[in-house]
């Protein structure tokens, strides 16, 4: 399941890879042979799968011609696939092949089996040794498209051109195509053989589009006549297209001998495609060397270290921008956590500065309202002061007039004995300390209940009148007000400087929490309120 889902990944991504833009028919083929070849050992385990099949057959065999026939199977399933087990069934059916026409069969097996390990030579002295006047229709077809092979290798292979093997060859296909005419199944390519050798190349490609459209073909046929499409084209888009088409046919028949694949290769190479080209270079020589098929593995050798040193220095040339690219992104990395760094510093630095601001502002806020309140008291208070003082100037005048009168009327004694009097002295204080009850609980309505909030709840202060404060209140409003000094508190209140220690000290004690704290709290109260 994970492969066929890679497939599909390879299919879609791929075209991202390698082309910038796929606009022809063999830039989508090229990836389809693409997801072919990573199902090229699923094709290999049914070709597996067939072959298990026929051996099981050589155990119910029971003459000599179904063994040689059955082995003769085995022997073509593995010619083009492996060829150690198709000289392992080669011998075999040189024990069961005693007659004439199984030797025949032996003999071609055995010149293929020659022709596919690079045995030319033996190949062609095997040829030399059979006698084809005496062969049927049939034999001398499959002899003389066996002899067209061996030469066609050959040529290929020399060292140099040898025009006596072109002659050879074509003298053969000539043989043959006119041995069509009396075939029952006529060997369908050689007259487009023929067609391209003479370069009557549409001719020969309308002929093979032809064959692909009306007959029942195998996909190694398939294959083969892709190939030879391709060789009638001058175009490369459609020499390519042909080629894919003929590589996919090989891997669908699981053939290991086989051109296509690395010509495309060769092609993808010149055009720049060095991965693609490699990959399939690579493939090419791998299965020419498992499957022991030495007929192409010399010509790929050749080709293959080129195409190899170039992968490999593109590789490292690869290898040394993602090594430039690494060391860029690393320096960067580096700039960046520096960067971030420096943010975080900065901040936790302005988080700092927000804190301090917050604390500042929330001090501000409390001065504010602290000069609010204190500028409210002193508005309060110098009212007051001047509605008394010009409450006094008016009582020193009425009293300045009784003290006259009485001079007047009566005698100097009456006088003095109203000036020994502290009647008026003592109604004017109480009346002050009222008036500064009022004053002061105006300002603020709470004091009684908050100051008692700070002391323990059986030492608690309660006025005997609503609106008026009793002596230890009337000390601790004054210090609500700022005034602190105890001299001043006494001489305000009309008390010894002992008698107001006292009365500090006893609320000190009566205090909730620490006792050094305490007046302080007092400073305090009605400040949140306001």
Same mark, same amino acid.
């Given at each position: 399941?994970?492969?066929?889902?890679?497939?599909?990944?390879?299919?879609?991504?791929?075209?991202?890879?390698?082309?910038?833009?796929?606009?022809?028919?063999?830039?989508?083929?090229?990836?389809?042979?693409?997801?072919?070849?990573?199902?090229?050992?699923?094709?290999?385990?049914?070709?597996?799968? #067939?072959? $298990?099949?026929?051996?099981?057959?050589?155990? /119910?065999?029971?003459?000599? *011609?179904?063994?040689?026939?059955?082995?003769?199977?085995?022997?073509?399933?593995?010619?083009?696939?492996?060829?150690?087990?198709?000289?392992?069934?080669?011998? $075999?059916?040189?024990?069961?092949?005693?007659?004439?026409?199984?030797?025949?069969?032996?003999?071609?097996?055995?010149?293929?089996?020659?022709?596919?390990?690079?045995?030319?030579?033996?190949?062609?002295?095997?040829?030399?040794?059979?006698?084809?006047?005496?062969?049927?229709?049939?034999?001398?077809?499959?002899?003389?498209?066996?002899?067209?092979?061996?030469?066609?290798?050959?040529?290929?292979?020399?060292?140099?051109?040898?025009?006596?093997?072109?002659?050879?060859?074509?003298?053969?296909?000539?043989?043959?195509?006119?041995?069509?005419?009396?075939?029952?199944?006529?060997?369908?390519?050689?007259?487009?053989?023929?067609?391209?050798?003479?370069?009557?190349?549409?001719?020969?490609?309308?002929?093979?589009?032809?064959?692909?459209?009306?007959?029942?073909?195998?996909?190694?046929?398939?294959?083969?006549?892709?190939?030879?499409?391709?060789?009638?084209?001058?175009?490369?888009?459609?020499? $390519?297209?042909?080629?894919?088409?003929?590589?996919?046919? #090989?891997?669908?028949?699981?053939?290991?001998?086989?051109?296509?694949?690395?010509?495309?290769?060769?092609?993808?190479?010149?055009?720049?495609?060095?991965?693609?080209?490699?990959?399939?270079?690579?493939?090419?020589?791998? #299965?020419?060397?498992?499957?022991?098929?030495?007929?192409?593995?010399?010509?790929?050798?050749?080709?293959?270290?080129?195409?190899?040193?170039?992968?490999?220095?593109?590789?490292? $040339?690869?290898?040394?921008?993602?090594?430039?690219?690494?060391?860029?992104?690393?320096?960067?990395?580096?700039?960046?956590?520096?960067?971030?760094?420096?943010?975080?510093?900065?901040?936790?630095?302005?988080?700092?500065?927000?804190?301090?601001?917050?604390?500042?502002?929330?001090?501000?806020?409390?001065?504010? *309202?602290?000069?609010?309140?204190?500028?409210? *008291?002193?508005?309060?208070?110098?009212?007051?002061?001047?509605?008394?003082?010009?409450?006094?100037?008016?009582? *020193?005048?009425?009293?300045?007039?009784?003290?006259?009168?009485?001079?007047?009327?009566?005698?100097?004694?009456?006088?003095?004995?109203?000036?020994?009097?502290?009647?008026?002295?003592?109604?004017?204080?109480?009346?002050?300390?009222?008036?500064?009850?009022?004053?002061?609980?105006?300002?603020?309505?709470?004091?009684?209940?908050?100051?008692? /909030?700070?002391?323990?709840?059986?030492?608690?202060?309660?006025?005997?009148?609503?609106?008026?404060?009793?002596?230890?209140?009337?000390?601790?409003?004054?210090?609500?007000?700022?005034?602190?000094?105890? #001299?001043?508190?006494?001489?305000?209140?009309?008390?010894?400087?002992?008698?107001?220690?006292?009365?500090?000290?006893?609320?000190?004690?009566?205090?909730?929490?620490?006792?050094?704290?305490?007046?302080?709290?007092?400073?305090?109260?009605?400040?949140?309120?306001?």
């Amino acid at each position: 399941m994970a492969k066929y889902i890679l497939i599909c990944f390879l299919i879609i991504i791929i075209p991202f890879n390698t082309f910038a833009k796929s606009n022809t028919k063999s830039d989508s083929l090229v990836y389809l042979l693409d997801s072919y070849l990573l199902q090229k050992s699923e094709y290999d385990k049914a070709k597996e799968a #067939d072959i $298990k099949e026929i051996k099981s057959q050589l155990n /119910s065999s029971l003459n000599k *011609i179904e063994l040689f026939n059955t082995c003769n199977k085995l022997f073509n399933e593995y010619l083009y696939y492996n060829m150690d087990s198709a000289f392992l069934y080669l011998k $075999k059916q040189d024990e069961y092949g005693d007659d004439a026409y199984l030797k025949f069969q032996f003999n071609l097996n055995k010149i293929s089996a020659f022709l596919q390990v690079g045995m030319y030579f033996e190949a062609v002295e095997l040829i030399n040794t059979i006698d084809y006047e005496n062969l049927n229709y049939n034999q001398k077809s499959e002899y003389l498209d066996l002899s067209i092979r061996v030469y066609s290798a050959l040529m290929y292979n020399s060292a140099f051109e040898d025009i006596s093997y072109q002659s050879v060859i074509k003298s053969k296909r000539e043989e043959l195509l006119y041995l069509n005419d009396f075939l029952e199944e006529p060997n369908i390519f050689v007259y487009p053989d023929l067609l391209i050798e003479n370069k009557e190349f549409d001719k020969a490609r309308l002929y093979l589009e032809n064959i692909l459209k009306t007959k029942q073909l195998t996909s190694h046929q398939k294959a083969i006549i892709h190939h030879l499409v391709a060789k009638t084209w001058n175009d490369n888009e459609q020499i $390519k297209e042909n080629l894919i088409l003929s590589s996919i046919y #090989d891997i669908k028949a699981s053939i290991k001998e086989y051109i296509s694949l690395w010509q495309l290769a060769e092609i993808l190479f010149e055009e720049g495609d060095i991965d693609r080209s490699y990959r399939y270079m690579k493939t090419s020589l791998q #299965d020419a060397s498992t499957s022991n098929i030495r007929l192409r593995a010399n010509t790929i050798s050749n080709i293959y270290p080129l195409i190899e040193s170039t992968y490999q220095a593109k590789v490292e $040339k690869q290898q040394k921008q993602i090594f430039s690219a690494l060391i860029i992104i690393s320096f960067l990395l580096i700039i960046l956590l520096f960067l971030f760094w420096i943010l975080y510093r900065h901040t936790i630095k302005l988080k700092l500065i927000r804190k301090e601001l917050k604390k500042r502002n929330e001090h501000l806020k409390e001065l504010n *309202i602290s000069l609010i309140d204190s500028s409210l *008291i002193k508005e309060e208070y110098i009212g007051k002061y001047m509605e008394q003082s010009l409450l006094y100037l008016e009582k *020193i005048e009425q009293y300045r007039r009784m003290i006259r009168k009485k001079i007047e009327k009566s005698t100097k004694g009456e006088v003095l004995q109203e000036l020994k009097s502290t009647n008026i002295v003592d109604e004017e204080l109480a009346s002050f300390l009222q008036e500064f009850d009022k004053t002061f609980l105006s300002l603020f309505p709470d004091f009684v209940d908050e100051y008692n /909030s700070l002391l323990i709840p059986e030492e608690r202060s309660t006025p005997k009148n609503k609106g008026e404060l009793d002596t230890e209140l009337r000390v601790y409003a004054l210090i609500r007000l700022g005034i602190t000094d105890s #001299d001043k508190i006494a001489r305000f209140l009309g008390y010894s400087l002992s008698t107001i220690y006292n009365y500090r000290t006893k609320a000190r004690n009566k205090y909730l929490g620490k006792r050094d704290d305490f007046e302080e709290k007092v400073k305090e109260i009605g400040i949140k309120q306001t």
